[in-house]
């Protein structure tokens, strides 16, 4: 499958396309929300994997971006929380803007594959290209 990943923490998208090209995935990153969907735009994705919490366009707005652009791209967004609140929350925010997942950050690679593959079989291989 062809993964994008938004994250702003660059070590933290680093180590995730590390992780994902082992196990066989091709794997594109992204800064934030906005570089994310430009990338989209070029060259589209099977799943876009978000963090909540970035820059420019934050998750959320990407996540509602996506579904209006590009409605069958699987997505999942994750999120460690913020100081004042948990990860839950947001995440539960996360679900209804769009997201078919969600992780609370930290998470395993094994927790990720796992996510990945129920999207997989849930929605077959979804045509992220076409929008369809």
Excluded: W
């Amino acid at each position: 499958m062809r993964l994008l990943i938004a994250d702003d923490d660059a070590d933290m998208r680093q180590s995730m396309r590390l992780l994902l090209e082992r196990a066989g995935h091709e794997v594109e990153l992204a800064a934030d929300g906005a570089d994310a969907l430009n990338l989209q735009r070029g060259r589209a994705c099977d799943i876009f994997i978000t963090d909540i919490f970035m820059g420019e366009v934050d998750g959320l707005e990407a996540i509602e971006n996506f579904r209006h652009e590009f409605p069958a791209v699987r997505i999942i967004a994750m999120s460690g929380g913020s100081r004042r609140l948990s990860g839950d929350s947001y995440l539960a925010t996360a679900s209804l803007a769009g997201a078919d997942a969600v992780l609370l950050k930290p998470f395993g690679i094994g927790q990720l594959l796992e996510t990945l593959r129920n999207l997989s079989d849930v929605h077959g291989q979804p045509s992220a290209a076409t929008g369809q």
